[in-house]
């Protein structure tokens, strides 16, 4: 018993390290393969506030829309199959629905479609799917997973039909769903927008200064601690401690020089990996300016209940764990690129 | 009437006008005995004199043997399965699977339930018709899957045809006739606005045995 | 703890490590039974040690584990503790069922691998929307068996 105590599961951290420079890097392939961002952090050292040009990127996020009670078959509507998926891509996601107990639904840019239902919706829907990667013991959650743009699932074709009574008749599937969509924006998704209640939002910005941060050498230091260190400043955790103090004896790794200031910036909402292309770029290039410290680190978290994980593999909370990706851009064109998943999921790209 | 009576002579004056003879005694006995000798089936078995003293005499009619009982078995006998089989008695030719022949089943099949269930009105106790419909015959309802472990099966919807131990055969409106396993499916029959549910699993009894098959009340049924 | 080592000429070197996190973090909330109590990190750090001890004994009260922040508010709590002590934390965290002869619940809301903490942030987004979050039923884990 003791032995199966202290078993943990399988953990997966993946190291890059390359430059922009180089031909090989696949940053922004990377950058791609998650698709459903809620937050984006940025850690700019040595820095009060952001330049202009930094700050209107932090601004510009796409804005995205919340839709109430979507029934999940007006997704397979001709007209906005026509003018949003077909065209461009939506980024598309069930909202305030739990991967472990409820019935999830996920838009993905290349127009796959997926539902992560449980057994009782799965057997009502009547549409063929597989059991998800994450049972325990029992086959109690299915995956049905459709590409939309395939010639089967055109409007009219057999899948769609099916699909469609299904969704219509059999399984009144209704959830409240995040859409945006690049490069048509609301435009795009107005026919959609317009037959429901919706509402519209404007991805979060929020700013911290941080003073006298004790912090640990970028590049030298092991990549566990580093990202512990990341995430604690990012949440605002406290690491004066010391080893002997009663609640806590978390302290910076390897602590090595002190920052007299810091800009921790986040935003949140369900960000579009293009947007965050973009903010890579701009930071790049601020990179460039003269300053004392000349790196800066960029966190991407994805949706905790999103039910897919990297590219369109399958993702599963019980088991843990969230997707996120941690940068670390130097002044000279390199950069150290942290992907992790959960626990069972397969390699990041 | 006395037994003197039917020993007496004829009298004279019917003699004439009946144009009978009248016979000697003597003559009368010997053919009482020839004529039991020829009614009696067996007549060696049997002391013609000492029979005369008894009353009750069997003439000319033989019991009948239990030649009967022999008779139905072999008739109940007919076809065995192999031979069933072979003549493809319980199969659905082609050219008659289709979905208007069976519509007239269907209509007899509504009369079948309403009158079971005494009118069928709105106002029934769904219990009651309930508990009715789980002995009553399925033969012409239209089911419609609305659950199954195969996606494939759920929305099927069709006239029930004929109905083994584990699979329901329905004809669908395209004039298909589908096999569907009663194991891992849910059904829905609708009959005037009475919706039912039966969950094939627990459902795997010839239409015949169920009638008498009593049902176990659950909370909560899975596939 | 394995790390497979990609190295390339061309400077691109992939490194990935499997099972090599030290930690794993729990982010927690205690419902009471009376709403209206508090108790002060120290207090909640006894009370878990508590726990720990009840049900896993002198061995278990040993574990060490670190209250990363706590706000006494909402009483949620952002825990950091050995892998390897996971199991055992959680465990006595669902069956504590009393704090001070009131009933009380531990709600495990999110527990993170080796993500670091940031990852464990109140999701934003529910709080753009002002969305009362729903309580989520703490799921014992399941790999205290092999999986296969």
């Known amino acids: 018993m003791c032995a199966d105590l202290s078993r943990t599961p399988r953990t997966l951290l993946v190291c890059d390290r390359s430059s922009f420079l ?25 820095c009060n506030s952001a330049s202009s040009s930094l700050d209107s990127v932090f601004n510009s996020f796409t804005s995205f829309y919340l839709i109430r009670k979507l029934p999940i078959y007006e997704l397979l509507d001709k007209d906005f199959l026509q003018s949003a998926v077909y065209q461009g891509s939506v980024h598309g996601l069930s909202f305030r629905t739990r991967i472990d107990e409820d019935n999830c639904v996920a838009l993905m840019p290349n127009g796959r479609l997926t539902l992560s239902l449980d057994k009782d919706s799965f057997e009502l829907l009547g549409f063929e799917g597989k059991p998800s990667r994450f049972n325990h013991r029992s086959c109690s959650r299915f995956e049905v997973s459709v590409d939309l743009t395939d010639s089967s699932m055109a409007p009219g074709g057999r899948g769609y039909l099916r699909l469609l009574t299904g969704l219509k008749s059999h399984l009144q599937l209704q959830t ?3 859409l945006s969509h690049h490069p048509g924006g609301g435009a795009s998704l107005q ?28 590049r030298s230091c092991d990549p566990h601690s580093l990202l512990e260190w990341l995430g604690a400043v990012d949440a605002d ?3 004066e401690n010391s080893s002997s103090s009663f609640l806590s004896s978390f302290v910076c790794p390897e602590a090595n020089t002190t920052l007299g200031h810091a800009l921790s910036v986040s935003v949140s909402g369900l960000l579009l990996p293009h947007d965050v292309q973009r903010l890579i770029q701009e930071l790049r290039c601020y990179l460039q300016q003269p300053q ?58 | 009437m006395d037994e003197a009576q039917i020993y007496t002579q004829i009298p004279h004056n019917l003699v004439k006008s009946l144009n009978v003879k009248p016979q000697s005694s003597s003559k009368a006995a010997a053919f009482t005995e020839a004529f039991l000798k020829n009614s009696l089936q067996k007549p060696s078995q049997y002391d013609l004199k000492d029979m005369l003293t008894h009353k009750a005499v069997i003439l000319g009619y033989a019991r009948p043997k239990k030649e009967s009982a022999k008779r139905s078995s072999k008739k109940a006998k007919g076809l065995n399965a192999r031979q069933k089989r072979k003549m493809k008695i319980f199969q659905i030719k082609p050219e008659h699977q289709r979905y208007e022949l069976f519509l007239p089943l269907h209509e007899l099949w509504r009369q079948y339930i309403v009158d079971l269930c005494g009118g069928l009105k709105p106002t029934s106790n769904p219990q009651f018709v309930q508990q009715k419909l789980l002995k009553a015959d399925f033969h012409g309802a239209i089911i419609t899957v609305v659950r199954s472990k195969c996606p494939s099966y759920v929305g099927t919807t069709g006239i029930l045809v004929q ?22 499916s849910v059904f829905a029959i609708e009959i005037n606005g009475f919706v039912s549910h039966i969950y094939g699993s627990k459902f795997e009894q010839r239409a015949s045995e169920r009638s008498a098959k009593k049902f176990k009340v659950r909370g909560t049924i899975d596939l | 703890m394995t790390s497979v080592e990609e190295a390339e000429p061309s400077g691109f070197q992939r490194v990935v490590l499997t099972n090599a996190s030290p930690y794993q973090y729990l982010k927690i909330r205690l419902v009471l039974e009376d709403e209206r109590s508090r108790l002060s990190d120290v207090e909640l750090k006894s009370f878990i040690i508590a726990g720990l001890k009840s049900l896993h004994g002198e061995v278990g009260a040993a574990l ?6 706590y706000d006494e508010e909402s009483l949620t709590a952002l825990l950091r503790v050995y892998s390897r002590g996971l199991v055992k934390l959680w465990s006595s965290l669902t069956l504590q069922g009393f704090y001070q002869n009131q009933a009380c619940a531990f709600r495990v809301l999110q527990v993170s691998r080796f993500t670091g903490i940031s990852s464990l942030e109140e999701p934003l ?13 703490s799921h014992f884990p399941h790999y205290c068996h092999p999986l296969p």
Not at chain 1, 26 to 46: A, C, G, M, N, T
Not at chain 1, 322 to 347: E, K, P, V
Not at chain 3, 64 to 69: G, P, Q, Y
Request: aromatic share 12%; charged share 20%; with cysteine.
């Open chain 3, 125 to 137: 987004i529910y709080l753009l929307f002002h969305v009362t979050q729903k309580k989520r039923i």
């Open chain 2, 163 to 184: 109905e083994f131990k584990h699979v329901f055969k329905i004809i669908t409106k395209e004039n298909k006739l589908k096999v569907i396993p009663k194991r891992n």
């Open chain 3, 64 to 69: 060490n584990f670190d209250v990363l922040k």
């Open chain 1, 191 to 218: 026919a959609l927008l317009s037959r429901y209640d919706w509402s519209e939002h404007k991805p979060k910005v929020s700013r911290r200064c941080l003073s006298n941060l004790v912090c640990p050498a970028p």
């Open chain 1, 22 to 46: 180089d031909h090989k890097n696949r940053v922004s392939s990377q950058v791609e393969q998650l698709h459903f961002i809620y937050k984006v952090s940025v850690l700019l050292p040595e």
């Open chain 1, 176 to 178: 409240d769903f995040l």
């Open chain 1, 292 to 349: 004392l410290e000349s790196w800066v680190s960029l966190t991407v978290h994805g949706f905790t209940d999103s039910l897919v994980s990297w590219g369109g593999s399958e993702h599963g909370a019980l088991i843990g764990g969230q997707d996120f990706y941690s940068l670390l851009m130097f002044h000279d064109h390199t950069y150290r690129l942290y992907l992790s998943t959960a626990t069972c999921h397969t390699c990041p790209p």
């Open chain 1, 237 to 239: 955790v406290r690491c």
